[in-house]
C-alpha cells in the first residue's frame, strides 16, 4: 500500500478537512440551502383557533385560486371520526384555509377539534331515544362506546335503522347549515362532505365559477324520496353564501318545526332538502359532478340522465376507505403536478387509471356486472356455469365489456367497464380490446363539460 512520506504526514489532519469544507461549499452553493432546523415540539392549545396552512405560501400546497372563499364542512360521528378522518387531514383537507369539522363528539384529531353540532340544539332533543349514543359519550367520552355502536348493519332502502350512530346522524344536518354559518359568515360558497367522500378540489372551483355566490344555490346530487327531491349528503353538496344566510334565518325561526318533521324521517339529507324548499331554495341537479359511487364503480363508459360521464369533471366520489383516498389522493396531485392541467375528467380517470388497472381475469374480485340468470330476458349459460363458458357468452355480445361468475356459479355481463372491488368466491373478467375500442370512440374532450343551471 502507498505511504505518504513523513514530511508529507502532517499535513493530512488540517487537509482532509479542508477539502470537506471546500466541497460543501459548492454543493451548497449548487444546490441550495438544505438545512433541516429542529423547532421544539409544540402541541396545539384547544382554546385558540386553529392556524390553517397558507396554500400560497407553502411549497407543498398547489395553487387553488379561490379556495379561499369555500368553507369545508366535513361531517363525521364518535363511531368513525377517527378511522375516516385522519387520511383526509393529511391529503385532501391538508391545504384547505378554511375547514371544519362536526361531529356529535368533541374531540381532536391529529391537530384539529371537532365541533359539537348539538351544543346548540333544544335540550329537549336529548331525552329523544335517537341521541342515547350522544348522551353516553357526553357523559363517558369513547370509554361509553359498546360494541353495539361499532356492528356493521346491512343498509336497506330506509337506512341502517338498527345502528346508533347512523340514527342520530340524521339530526346532525339541520344544526350542521346553522354552525357553518356561524363559523364564517362571509365566505362565498360552503361545501359539505362527509368522511368517506372524496373531494377534487380544481374541479370543484372550476365548477364553481360558472355560478354566483349572491344568487340562492343549493347544489348536489339529485335523490328524490316520495315527492321530496335533495341533495344526497353522502355525494356532497354546496350552498351559496346568499342561500346559507336565507336558510340559516328561516330554521332560526322554524327549529322546533323541524324538530319534529326530523323526528319522523329517517333521511336528514331529505329534512334539509325539504327545508331549503320550504325557504325558497330549490336544488340545482348536480349529477355527475357529485355521485353516490366510489371511483371503482364508475362506470364512465355509460351515462345518466341523458349526460354521458365522459367530459364532465367529478367533484366527489362517495364510500371511499382510507386507503381508497390515499391512493385517489396520489393519482390527483400527479395529475395535477402538470400546471397546463386544470381539471380532471371521468375520461381522464378512466383512461389513466383506471384502465391500467383491469385484466382479463381476477379471482376474489367483483365488477359488479349485473345481468345474471335471474333476469328474464337473460340468455347466457344456466348456473352453475363456468368462467370459460361465462367469458364466452360475453364475447358473443358485441355490448358486452365485462363479466362475472359468483358464488353460486352464476354468470353476470355488463355493457359497464368497472374496476370493481375485492370479493371472496367471485371472479370477474373484462375484454380489454373492448374497452380500448369504447375508449378510442369516446375521444378526447377538448373543453371540459360543466352543469351551469
Known sequence: MATLPARYGRWVPVLIPLALLILFLHLNARFGDTRVVLQPASFPNENEAEVPPDPKSSPSCRQLPGIEDVLVVVKTGITESQHKVPVHIRTTLRCIPNKLIVSDFEE???????????????????????????NRARQGGRQALTSEDHTKVANSAAGMMDNPGWKLDKWKFLPMIHEARAHRPDVKWYVFLEADTYPIWPNLLAWLENFDSNDKLYLGNQMMIGDH????????????????HAFADFYAEHADE??????????????????LAEAGIGLTWSWPHVTTQSVWEQD????????????????????MTPADVDQMWKFDQEWFSNENRTVLTYGDIFQYFIRPMLTNRLDNWDNNAPDGDNNADYRGPSTPASMYECAEHCAR??????YRIDKQGRCSTSGWALRGL????????????????????????GKPKFITK
Open 229 to 244: 327531491t335533495f341533495a344526497h349528503g353522502g355525494s356532497g353538496f354546496v350552498i351559496s353564501n346568499a342561500a346559507m
Open 397 to 402: 355480445s358485441s355490448n358486452c365489456l365485462q
Open 300 to 319: 364512465a363508459l355509460g351515462e345518466g340522465f341523458g349526460r354521458p360521464q365522459w367530459c364532465y369533471p367529478p367533484f366527489t366520489f362517495h364510500h
Open 422 to 445: 375485492p370479493k371472496p368466491g367471485v371472479a370477474s373478467g373484462t375484454m380489454l380490446w373492448r374497452v380500448d375500442d369504447a375508449i378510442k370512440r369516446r375521444g378526447s374532450c
Open 258 to 275: 323541524w324538530n319534529e318533521i326530523t323526528n319522523n324521517q329517517w333521511a336528514g339529507d331529505c329534512v334539509l332538502g325539504m327545508a
Open 108 to 134: 381532536d384529531i391529529d391537530g384539529l377539534r371537532t365541533l359539537d353540532v348539538f351544543r346548540n340544539v333544544s335540550q329537549t332533543l336529548y331525552s329523544n331515544d335517537d341521541f342515547a349514543l350522544y
